[in-house]
């Protein structure tokens, strides 16, 4: 088995227009502008990384908000390769062994599949089995019922150096991979998602 550390990046409806939140194509609400994963062996060592950008073509620049966040511009996706081309390359990077996916949150994977649907690539379960690592540690660190850690707090309580910044999805995915490494010993019985259920995160 391998243990998959996954994060996304994705970009939202915005009138230029007005300034203003507008409707989201109803197809896909979140186009993922990046992908970013770090798998791990038994060992719990990093065997290999990826690393995606993606060509936002649902809602061709990015919503200001979200560029100020990822600290990137439109022009920085020019020459990215658009979603199919990255998802073939991430199924390679998959490759056919068994994959535990750990995420940090609850969004990542519905828009994974929001997006594969829209792309009409959902053909099979990518994703079989999955966790939710935030809200481990958020009980782990007895945060009030409901209230979530951030990434960032949690790599700074936990003392895991930080090399990089956040918000950009391969270094929170490898974020995510220390804090798993980190906290494996503790991590029995965590509860375990089934992808098959993924529009019930929603």
């Known amino acids: 088995m391998n243990y998959i550390c996954l994060d996304l990046e994705f970009n939202g409806a915005f009138d230029f ?22 798998k791990l062996d038994r060992q719990f060592n990093i065997t290999d990384t990826f690393n995606a950008y993606v060509k936002p073509t649902i809602y061709p620049r990015l919503n200001p908000f979200i ?10 996706f020019r020459n990215a390769n658009g979603f199919k081309i990255n998802y073939l390359k991430f199924k390679e990077f ?9 995420v ?3 969004t990542d994977i519905p828009v994974l599949y929001e997006n594969l649907s829209y792309y009409r690539l959902v053909d099979e379960p ?9 809200s481990y540690v958020s009980s782990m660190l007895r945060r009030e019922n409901g209230q979530q850690i951030s990434l960032k707090n949690a790599v700074e309580t936990l003392g895991i150096q930080t090399e990089n910044n ?3 999805a391969v270094y929170d995915a490898y974020y995510t991979a220390q804090i ?19 529009k019930h995160l929603k």
């Open 17 to 38: 227009a007005t300034g203003k939140s507008a409707e989201s194509n109803e197809a896909c609400h979140h186009e993922i502008i990046q992908i970013g994963a770090v």
């Open 126 to 134: 990518l994703i079989i089995k999955y966790m939710n690592l935030q």
């Open 94 to 102: 998959l490759s056919d062994s068994e994959n535990l996916f750990v």
């Open 67 to 76: 560029a100020d966040v990822i600290k990137m511009k439109t022009e920085d």
């Open 166 to 168: 956040y918000h950009n």
């Open 180 to 198: 798993f490494a980190a906290l494996t010993p503790q991590l029995r019985g965590i509860k375990i998602f089934c992808s098959n259920h993924y």
């Open 104 to 106: 940090w949150g609850e």
